[in-house]
């Protein structure tokens, strides 16, 4: 929850450049304080109205809220759990499994509003390089590819969403197919004059590489492929990330 409360302040703090460091305790305790507690990650609309009526409304004051007893006969121990990882207490510990993910996406909110395509552009084809990546450390291949892009959701007026799913001919685990295909459906979703503050890539309909049955009547042109991509790959895992990538990704990373 920290981490979560550390990004609600840097994405909104004009003096913090998008970082914001809370491990101190009189640190965390302004930075609790500023954080209305309808934006605590699982704490829904109803329970907002409940914690108002304990006079609980903002971070800091439902951490320190005394009563234990009270919270979770309300909210339940989920709840309690909540108030205890304000404390600083582990309550949901992260899973070892290595099981394959059956979406991957890749997206960011920009720090400003990007205004012309090429921008929107890069972080696309940025976007779908690292999703494709991710695909092959799983060993799996995707089907379809989806793209979308947005304009601030605090914006009062002419507020812009849009999405497309596209199947792809063949399934593949390639970046130069996955990338070729999500710029074609970005110029497809694009609008211009639009200032757009994220975009994202999702690949979808995700299967095992081993079980899914390739072109058969292409069967060199996947083996170039696999060997392109795991040569790619490996001088990346040794060299450093994006030493090698496709040029449309840009030189410069995206913020």
Known sequence: LFAKVANHIAKRSKHSNGVVNIMDPSECDIALSKVPVK??????????KKLHQLDIHNA????????????????????LQRKEELQGKCRFHLSNANTAKKTIMCSRTFAKAAR????????VASYASSASE???????????IQVFVRTSCNRKNNRHYASQVTKLSN????????????????KKIYRR???YRKVGVRLLDIREQE???????EPSRYERSEKLMNAVDYINRREGSNT????????????
């Open 116 to 123: 012309t395509y090429p921008l929107v552009e890069q972080a």
């Open 171 to 186: 399934a593949t685990s390639d970046t130069r197919e996955i990338l070729k295909k999500a710029i074609s459906t970005l």
């Open 134 to 144: 991710k695909l092959r450390e799983q060993k799996s291949i995707c089907h379809e």
């Open 39 to 48: 934006n605590v990650w699982g704490i829904g609309s109803r329970s907002v």
């Open 211 to 217: 079980k899914t049955q390739l072109n058969l009547f």
């Open 60 to 79: 800091k004051q439902f951490r320190d809220f005394p009563n234990n007893a009270l919270i979770q006969q309300i909210f339940t121990k989920v709840g």
């Open 193 to 195: 004059g639009v200032e």
């Open 244 to 255: 090698i990538r496709v040029a449309s990704c840009g030189v410069n990373d995206i913020s």
